[in-house]
């Protein structure tokens, strides 16, 4: 997708270890967001950035973390990861505004085994 | 928790028959509403947004916003094979951090 690149597009980790998942843009949008999409769940916001070194929890943010230490990058920490954070991962940006929509990164696939 | 709600289907309609899709939402203070598309194994697309009680048409595609009703559609006319997809509604939250509730989906399938 224009202006927003997520990798590493497909991951398989094992039980337990550290992965680090990243969102860059081009774009110089303050909004960021993580975004997990399971079937039957549809998408659910892990966490969410409005500027640099400004990040909140989403619905789902257990076993999560973020950081944002530039406005074009925006990583997500899973910390210890479990078989249930299987899944894809999306990254999205956004203007700072109701009028607009995100753009959603090309995803990535990750794997817990 | 703010919830949107779809029909997860399928939706079986034949090729240049109307699609309808429908969404309802549970936050009163929702300002934006958005339509999205996915294909399989691909991310979200925006195809249609609407603020404003009413319709709003683009091309084959009209949404309609009914914020008494807490209720969003989206039609798609003269549907096509390639309209097959999950269609994503999403709301905007009314506070400052504009973030997105998505619903399930509905998946749509037009047939040839």
């Known amino acids: 997708d224009a202006g927003i690149t997520q990798s590493p597009r497909h991951k398989v980790t094992e039980t337990g270890t550290p992965v680090t998942l990243r969102c860059h843009q081009t774009?110089?949008?303050?909004?960021m967001y993580w975004y997990r999409q399971d079937p039957g769940h549809g998408l659910r916001l892990i966490h969410y950035?409005?500027?640099?070194?400004?990040?909140d929890k989403g619905e789902v943010s257990d076993g999560y973390s973020v950081s944002r230490s530039k406005t074009e990058d925006f990583l997500l920490t899973l910390e210890s990861a479990t078989s249930s954070q299987t899944s894809v991962y999306f990254c999205a940006i956004s203007e700072n505004d109701r009028d607009y929509g995100y753009t959603f990164g090309s995803g990535t696939r990750l794997t817990v085994v | 928790q703010k919830e949107v709600e779809q029909n997860s289907g399928p939706l079986s309609v034949p090729e240049g028959a109307i699609a309808s899709l429908n969404c309802t939402y549970s936050d009163r203070g929702s300002q934006s509403f958005f339509w999205y598309r996915q294909y399989s194994g691909k991310s979200p697309e925006l195809i249609m947004f609407i603020y404003s009680n009413g319709d709003k048409e683009d091309g084959r595609f009209t949404a309609q916003l009914n914020k008494a009703s807490q209720y969003v559609s989206l039609l798609i006319r003269d549907s096509q094979p390639s309209d097959s997809a999950t269609y994503l509604c999403?709301?905007?939250?009314?506070?400052?951090?504009?973030?997105?509730?998505f619903g399930s989906g509905t998946r749509l399938l037009v047939r040839p």
């Open positions: 950035s409005y500027g640099v070194k400004d990040t």
């Open positions: 774009e110089n949008h303050r909004y």
């Open positions: 999403a709301v905007k939250s009314g506070d400052s951090s504009y973030k997105l509730i």
